[in-house]
């Protein structure tokens, strides 16, 4: 019996003050669990397993932003096929950026580049209407893919290709492997250790880098080639190609300029890329960074792409 009290007692001394600590993270959350959280459940919503693509009809929300996706399946208006004879189609292909994670419905940047590119157009001129492709976790392989499968089916006029540092192929980022497995994992206190165990930090893990310094080689070997296969399905086709680069590599700026593809310079500081950032534990580019975009897409835009082909 003594026994039993003296388990009891210790059990006690131990639940009270683990308590305490998981109470005290769960309401000053100092680590920024509950950014992960939130964008833990806002993947699950939007994105489907199965076919690596965006839920039709799906609706989530991301540090209090909302996103819808269409019926077509793509954060993005519905779109006619055939195209409308009025309508300049511009197709936007990229991953979670340009699908603007972590911003509100209307703030992602293909939808700011469709409104300034409709404010401008001379009177008479087609309206203009972007249709944003951009998937999270998709690569060039994936939107390639998209565009031999359905997008040409969609009578683009012009192509709109943004190129970002996790598009190279090998690209390092800060892996996270974790011991603990989902539902441990609710307990705050328990990720604490964990965090400090795999990350020597009781925070959500890694030093910030600047990803566009550690590009690999060999990924912009692959990166060269699919500039290639771009050009030479899009002048197939009959469509422009426009690249939208923020690598700031020389191979790719002379890759654009042996096809002869209209590159409009993409690449910004760390600094300033920092300052964007949706949260702590989140590089994605706020509602300010997507406007940065959209100007510098739609001043780097030539009258003369405009002229359709079709």
Not at 38 to 67: E, F, H, N
Not at 121 to 132: D, L, M, Q, S, Y
Not at 135 to 153: A, C, Q, R
Not at 196 to 221: K, M, N, T
Request: charged share 25%; aromatic share 10%; proline share 6%.
């Amino acid at each position: 019996m003594r026994g039993l009290r003296r388990f009891a007692a210790a059990l006690l001394g131990f639940a009270v003050p683990f308590g305490a600590g998981e109470l005290w993270l769960q309401a000053v959350d100092p680590y920024h669990f509950g950014e992960k959280e939130d964008w833990s459940q806002y993947g699950a919503k939007i994105m489907d397993p199965a076919t690596g693509r965006l839920r039709p009809g799906a609706v989530a929300t991301y540090l209090g932003t909302t996103t819808r996706i269409s019926s077509q399946g793509w954060r993005s208006p519905e779109f006619a096929v055939p195209k409308p004879p009025d309508v300049f189609r511009v197709l936007l292909l990229g991953g979670s950026v340009p699908f603007g994670w972590g911003v509100e419905q209307g703030d992602e940047f293909p939808r700011v580049v469709e409104r300034l590119l409709n404010e401008r157009r001379a009177a008479g001129a087609k309206r203009v209407e972007v249709i944003n492709t951009g998937v999270p976790g998709w690569k060039l392989h994936d939107e390639g893919k998209l565009l031999l499968t359905e997008g040409f089916g969609w009578q683009p006029d012009l192509v709109l290709l943004l190129l970002v540092a996790t598009d190279a192929p090998g690209h390092v980022t800060q892996q996270r492997s974790f011991f603990l497995d989902e539902r441990l994992r609710r307990c705050r206190l328990l990720r604490a250790i964990e965090n400090r165990y795999v990350f020597d930090s009781p925070g959500s893990g890694g030093e910030s880098y600047d990803a566009y310094a550690h590009i690999p080689e060999r990924g912009l070997d692959l990166v060269v080639q699919y500039l290639g296969l771009f050009a030479q399905h899009c002048e197939t086709a009959g469509v422009r190609l426009v690249v939208v680069d923020t690598l700031n590599v020389p191979r790719v700026r002379e890759r654009c300029a042996q096809l002869g593809l209209h590159r409009i310079e993409g690449y910004t500081a760390w600094t300033l890329r920092r300052s964007w950032e949706v949260a702590v534990t989140d590089a994605h580019p706020n509602a300010e960074g997507h406007r940065y975009y959209a100007r510098l897409i739609v001043d780097g835009l030539s009258p003369a792409l405009f002229r359709s082909k079709r």
